[in-house]
């Protein structure tokens, strides 16, 4: 070949290749953020110690209240033995007050606690034993109505969902699980994370007041018995 055709060829791919160029860096700079992303990600699925940045505030008889039947005795669905909550209720009970429209419960609800701004946590082990389902064991109450509640955990069938659903984790009779939920009050947002992964992020709902509550509390299609048992209770707040 000779030596012009040579340099032309050479010109025209050099030319090609900076036509081009600004294509390529555009491709390779979108595949780096998206493998940065994909392995943080992958890193983020291991477990992790949502309490790293909160401090724990004390917590005992003072700071709860149990909710159960107003027309019955406390230790006719609750019980606290050898640092173990059991809350029970049947689907024929009596809400919590004689004037409540709402379904039968029996909850452990932690008013002393009560928290409009900030970043707070729940942390407690729950189990839930083989039958119960149709049922809430664990809420943030408070929220803008016609709602009352910022997050429920529910069960249904042997799975744990938020509200009806998505659920976020099946198999879970006879168990014990870590919960974890952190509520971010001022960027409105709730994160869940069952035996230190994370579960759920979702919005907040509004709400001046919140309250961590958690036991049993009847919901659609609720069974006739209802039991959750809870254990190492916490109430946390992040450090400023």
């Not at 390779?28 to 994909?38: A, K, N, P, S």
């Not at 406390?74 to 919590?96: A, M």
């Not at 809420?139 to 659903?165: D, E, H, I, K, W």
């Given at each position: 070949m000779?030596r012009?055709s040579i340099?032309?060829t050479?010109?025209?791919?050099?030319?090609?290749?900076k036509k081009?160029?600004?294509?390529l860096?555009?491709?390779?700079c979108?595949?780096l953020?998206?493998?940065?992303?994909t392995?943080?990600?992958?890193?983020?699925?291991?477990?992790?110690?949502?309490?790293?940045?909160f401090?724990?505030?004390?917590?005992?008889?003072?700071?709860?209240?149990?909710?159960?039947?107003?027309?019955l005795l406390e230790?006719?669905?609750?019980?606290?033995?050898?640092?173990?909550h059991?809350?029970?209720?049947?689907s024929?009970?009596?809400p919590?007050?004689p004037?409540?429209?709402t379904?039968?419960r029996t909850?452990?609800?932690?008013?002393?606690?009560?928290?409009s701004?900030?970043v707070?946590?729940?942390e407690?082990?729950?189990?839930?034993?083989q039958?119960?389902?149709?049922?809430?064991?664990?809420q943030?109450f408070?929220?803008t109505?016609?709602?009352?509640?910022?997050?429920?955990?529910?069960?249904?069938?042997g799975?744990?969902?938020?509200?009806?659903?998505?659920v976020?984790?099946q198999?879970?009779?006879?168990k014990?699980?870590?919960?974890?939920?952190?509520?971010?009050v001022?960027?409105?947002?709730?994160?869940?994370y069952?035996d230190?992964?994370?579960?759920?992020?979702?919005?907040?709902?509004?709400?001046?007041?919140?309250?961590?509550?958690?036991?049993?509390?009847?919901?659609n299609?609720?069974?006739?018995?209802?039991e959750?048992?809870?254990?190492?209770?916490?109430?946390?707040?992040?450090c400023?």
């Amino acid at each position: 070949m000779p030596r012009s055709s040579i340099m032309k060829t050479i010109i025209n791919v050099r030319l090609s290749y900076k036509k081009m160029a600004p294509s390529l860096t555009k491709l390779t700079c979108f595949c780096l953020t998206f493998l940065q992303v994909t392995v943080c990600q992958t890193f983020a699925l291991g477990p992790v110690d949502p309490t790293k940045g909160f401090i724990p505030l004390p917590l005992n008889r003072t700071y709860y209240h149990i909710q159960r039947p107003y027309d019955l005795l406390e230790d006719q669905r609750y019980s606290f033995i050898n640092g173990l909550h059991r809350c029970w209720v049947y689907s024929t009970d009596k809400p919590h007050t004689p004037t409540s429209q709402t379904k039968p419960r029996t909850e452990i609800a932690i008013q002393g606690y009560n928290y409009s701004s900030s970043v707070w946590q729940f942390e407690g082990h729950w189990y839930v034993p083989q039958g119960t389902s149709g049922v809430c064991i664990m809420q943030v109450f408070g929220a803008t109505a016609p709602r009352a509640t910022t997050l429920m955990l529910r069960v249904y069938n042997g799975s744990l969902s938020y509200y009806r659903g998505p659920v976020l984790v099946q198999d879970i009779y006879d168990k014990w699980f870590k919960l974890n939920v952190i509520h971010d009050v001022d960027a409105a947002k709730v994160k869940v994370y069952i035996d230190g992964y994370l579960k759920l992020e979702a919005d907040g709902r509004g709400g001046t007041s919140h309250t961590f509550k958690c036991g049993v509390y009847a919901q659609n299609d609720d069974s006739y018995y209802m039991e959750s048992r809870w254990k190492s209770i916490k109430v946390l707040k992040k450090c400023n």
